[in-house]
């Protein structure tokens, strides 16, 4: 069965980004995966201790200078473990929440590592007030897709609430919700057993 792994980078664990990403998860539900969804909010992440660039064997999802007290390690199995991730954010000032950011930064252990994450699809979920999705999801598709993740066909969803006020009326956006999480769950079927880090 293909895991599929959400991520909300919101500090509103019921607000319109986990409401958008629920929705990507639904989707990839009902083409038969098994999803489950971390809430930054809920998960104490804190910031990168850039060791990697001292010391790079110091730099590993199980292991961190940072101590036991750290939840990483927790969230990096849990990446490890699924198939596909949808990466969910609001937008702040045309870039992903603090959140996120330092989920990204933190996730250089399994770059580092050997491209631990390489192969696995992703969608890219990314709420704003007014304008600026697009930028904050990029600033996430280039970083991740050096990681080795591979952004899914139609796996950028995205809403202005100025535009729509109410989520559950954003026709758009709920329809590339559906199909950013069917396609996730198809890529990564298709996707399974190559090494992609290869050299």
Known sequence: MIRVLGINGSTRTHGRT????????????????????IDLAKTPIPYCAANYSEERESCGPDHCVRGEWDAWGWVAQKMLEADALVFATPTYWFAPSARMKTLLERMTSLENQGLLLAGKPMALVAVAEEDGAAQAMAQLAIPLNFMGLALVPLGLVYHHAQAHPELEKDEEAIADARRAGRNLVEMARRLRGFDWAAQ
């Open 18 to 37: 986990a409401a958008l990403l629920e929705m990507v998860l639904e989707a990839a539900r009902e083409t038969g995966a098994q999803t489950e969804r």
